[in-house]
C-alpha cells in the first residue's frame, strides 16, 4: 500500500509570495495534519483534519490555512511569505483523531523563502 | 500544558552495541499516547514505536522496545543490535487524549560507528 505522499519535493519563493503545499493520505485514512520542521528542530504542529473539519490549530499566524477534500486529501496555503517560513513541512495522517491513532508522515515539501 | 525533553543532543555506539535514547514527559493529564519517530537525512519521520499512558505492558516493536516508567514520566528507546543503518534522529512525541497535535522533543542525533 502507498504511504502518505507529498508534492512538491522541493519549492524555492521569494519573500510576499504564496505557497500550496498538497498532501495525500494513506488510503483509508481520514485525518491529516500539517507540521513545520525548522532546521535543527523537532517538528511542530500546524493543523489538523477530520473528515474535511478542522480539529486543531496550532501556534501559527492566519497567513496559514488548511483544507481538506472528501477524498481526504489536504493542501496547505501560506501567505505572504516570510524567511523564517523556510522549513521542511511535514504532512501525516491517520486512521482518526485521536490519541491512540498513530500518525504517519509523508517524506516532506522543503520550502526555502529567498 | 505538554512538553517532552531529549536530554542527549547526540549519541555514539558501535555497531551490534543496544543503545538507549532517553525521554522524559511532563503531562497532568492521565489519558495520552508517547510515540518514537525516526528521521533520517533524507527527512522523513518514520514511525518506530507507540505507548499508551494505560498500557500495563512495555511496546516492543522487532529491534524496539520502550522502557515505560510511568511514575518517573520517562519512556526511553531501546534497541538491541544496532546497525548503520540505524544513523537518524531519534523524536520522541506525545499526544494528550482530546488534543489533536504531537508535541515533539528536540530529538537525540544516533551515530552507530563500524
Known amino acids: 500500500d502507498a504511504g502518505v505522499t507529498q508534492s512538491p519535493t522541493h519549492l524555492i519563493k521569494t519573500r510576499g509570495q504564496q505557497v500550496t503545499l498538497r498532501c495525500s493520505p494513506i488510503s483509508g485514512h481520514k485525518s491529516v495534519s500539517w507540521y513545520q520542521q525548522v532546521l535543527g528542530q523537532g517538528p511542530q504542529f500546524i493543523f489538523q483534519?477530520?473528515?474535511?473539519?478542522?480539529?486543531g490549530r496550532g501556534n501559527f499566524p492566519d497567513r496559514f490555512s488548511a483544507r481538506q477534500f472528501p477524498n481526504y486529501s489536504s493542501e496547505l496555503n501560506v501567505n505572504a511569505l516570510l524567511l523564517g517560513d523556510s522549513a521542511l513541512y511535514l504532512c501525516a495522517s491517520s486512521l482518526a483523531s485521536g490519541y491512540t491513532d498513530t500518525q504517519y508522515f509523508g517524506p516532506g515539501t522543503r520550502l526555502t523563502v529567498l | 500544558a505538554q512538553k517532552i525533553t531529549q536530554t542527549q543532543p547526540g549519541m555514539f555506539v558501535q555497531e551490534k552495541e543496544a543503545v538507549t535514547l532517553d525521554c522524559t514527559y511532563d503531562t497532568s493529564d492521565p489519558s495520552y499516547g508517547l510515540f518514537w519517530y525516526k528521521q533520517p537525512s533524507s527527512g522523513e519521520m518514520i514511525f518506530l514505536i507507540y505507548?499508551?499512558?494505560?498500557?500495563?505492558q512495555n511496546a516492543t516493536e522487532g529491534r524496539y522496545s520502550l522502557n515505560f516508567q510511568k511514575a518517573r514520566k520517562s519512556a526511553n528507546l531501546v534497541i538491541s543490535a544496532s546497525q548503520l543503518g540505524d544513523s537518524a534522529m531519534y523524536f520522541c512525541?506525545?499526544?494528550?487524549?482530546?488534543?489533536?497535535?504531537?508535541?515533539f522533543g528536540q530529538g537525540t542525533r544516533l551515530t552507530i560507528n563500524p
Open positions: 483534519y477530520y473528515e474535511k473539519e478542522e480539529r
Open positions: 505507548q499508551g499512558s494505560y498500557d500495563q
Open positions: 512525541a506525545m499526544i494528550l487524549w482530546g488534543a489533536q497535535k504531537l508535541v
